[in-house]
């Protein structure tokens, strides 16, 4: 009887158990939802550079150029010739001035007509600067666009001044405003000063007595002396 009794409990017991481990099974879990952090790996993180759209950074890159390009020194590029020491073409910045330009050709050679040029004025691209040398400014020869900042780029031709002339010089007693101001060191100012002292003093008795107009220095008349005269 006793060991039915024993069988009869571990039979039992036994069922029990594998009720109650069937009735852990059917109950229902309770799951915590995910959060939003949890969900996205830190490792795939979404980059704002990676996420753009192909559309988006070609307009980034664009604007980045156009920034460079913006940022890009303009220079302007000269012919420096005549009385200077290494002529040839030079590379300066847009705002560089003749006197730049001929410091870049290794600057004046010992004869050269160093007030020829305005120093101060700024360069053209393409420009050619012609510096002659004393002795051709001091013969009457003008220089085709030399001096006037056109920038034609045309080859420095040497030609006769037009106007009334005695033996290549110039009569200021008859010399209109245009031929006057081809005399080196005479610009319309000065020009027009010579034609108003010649009309109140009834021309010019002398070449020297130029000097008495206004405007009118001992360096300037070093210059012409030699390229007028007077009848």
């Not at 109950?27 to 996205?40: F, Q, R």
């Not at 590029?77 to 330009?101: I, M, N, T």
């Amino acid at each position: 009887m006793k060991s039915k009794y024993r069988l009869y409990i571990t039979v039992g017991l036994t069922v029990l158990m594998c009720l109650c481990a069937c009735g852990r099974s059917d109950a229902p879990v309770a799951l915590e939802p995910l959060s939003d952090t949890d969900s996205e790996d830190p490792e795939y993180a979404e980059d704002p550079a990676v996420s753009s759209t192909d559309g988006q950074t070609t307009q980034k890159n664009a604007a980045e150029e156009e920034n460079g390009d913006a940022k890009t020194v303009q220079t302007v590029k000269v012919h420096v010739c005549g009385a200077v020491r290494s002529p040839g073409v030079y590379e300066l910045p847009a705002q560089a001035r003749v006197a730049d330009a001929i410091l870049a050709a290794g600057d004046f050679e010992g004869d050269a007509d160093i007030d020829y040029w305005n120093q101060a004025s700024l360069l053209t691209d393409g420009q050619q600067i012609y510096v002659p040398t004393e002795e051709e400014t001091q013969s009457g020869l003008k220089i085709t666009g030399a001096g006037d900042l056109s920038g034609n780029g045309q080859d420095p031709l040497m030609q006769q001044g037009s106007g009334q002339q005695d033996g290549g010089k110039l009569n200021i007693n008859t010399a209109s405003l245009s031929e006057l101001m081809k005399l080196p060191g005479i610009g319309e100012v000065k020009a027009g000063a010579i034609l108003s002292y010649r009309e109140a003093k009834g021309g010019f008795g002398s070449v020297d007595e130029i000097l008495k107009v206004d405007g009118i220095k001992e360096g300037v008349y070093q210059k012409i002396s030699g390229l007028i005269c007077v009848r």
